[in-house]
């Protein structure tokens, strides 16, 4: 009954340094997303995967690429970390059932992310 | 006008009280809305979605008024248990869905 599984939890990063951050869903679902939640600011969509094979960029993609693995899987690179990119990171999945943009999301635990 | 728009609060509450928060949205073709709880810290977890006539899950109650482009949620008979942060979330007409930046309650004994 994993659903959807982040890593890492935490992670403390050098301005400069790289890092994956790993999403896996055991739910069979079509579409992945990544978002970032910072104070004030809610979640915010960085970048999604509506189905395997394809990705697109969502509100805030800069600085970040990612890679639909398969279908389980969807991974969030940062090439060259900022102390912009400290935040909280979630990973989500829908099955698209209602079309895209219409079935609820199932979010992981969270990344948090310090850039230093 | 923001894409969904939600009072920050907090919305302070004794235990058994009965508590509303509103969310508007600004895209009149939006077909998809969804409640969804925050505790801190935690992710964000579905509440319940809002259908067009309007549903109710035990002391919760979730309705859409197209006309006005505003959903609603009502909670009766709170429980400390309910004291968390309430997301709003709309499609936006494109193939993603749109978070408000949400409600806090906070209910006390």
């Known amino acids: 009954n994993a659903g959807v599984t982040q890593t890492p939890k935490f992670q403390v990063l050098k301005t400069g340094q790289s890092m994956t951050l790993q999403c896996a869903q055991d739910m069979n679902h079509n579409s992945m997303y990544w978002y970032r939640q910072d104070p004030g600011m809610g979640l915010r969509l960085i970048y999604y995967s509506a189905s395997e094979g394809t990705t697109d960029k969502g509100e805030v993609p800069n600085g970040y690429n990612v890679s639909r693995l398969n279908k389980r899987e969807f991974s969030l690179r940062l090439e060259s970390a900022a102390p912009s990119q400290t935040s909280v990171y979630f990973c989500?999945?829908?099955?698209?059932?209602?079309?895209?943009?219409?079935?609820?999301?199932?979010f992981g635990n969270g990344t948090r992310l310090t850039v230093t | 006008r923001k894409e969904v728009e939600q009072d920050p609060g907090p919305f302070n509450v004794p235990e058994g009280a009965t508590v509303a928060f509103n969310c508007t949205y600004s895209n009149s073709a939006s077909q998809s809305f969804f409640w969804y709880r925050q505790d801190c810290r935690k992710e964000p977890k579905l509440l319940m979605s809002?259908?067009?006539s309007g549903n109710e899950d035990g002391r919760f109650t979730a309705q859409l008024n197209r006309a006005s482009q505003y959903i609603s949620l009502l909670i009766r008979d709170s429980k400390l248990s309910d004291s968390a942060t309430y997301l709003c979330v709309v499609n936006s007409g494109y193939s993603t869905l749109t978070f408000g930046k949400g409600t806090m309650l906070l209910v006390s004994p």
């Open positions: 989500a999945s829908s099955d698209g059932s209602g079309g895209q943009g219409n079935s609820p999301l199932h």
């Open positions: 809002v259908y067009s």
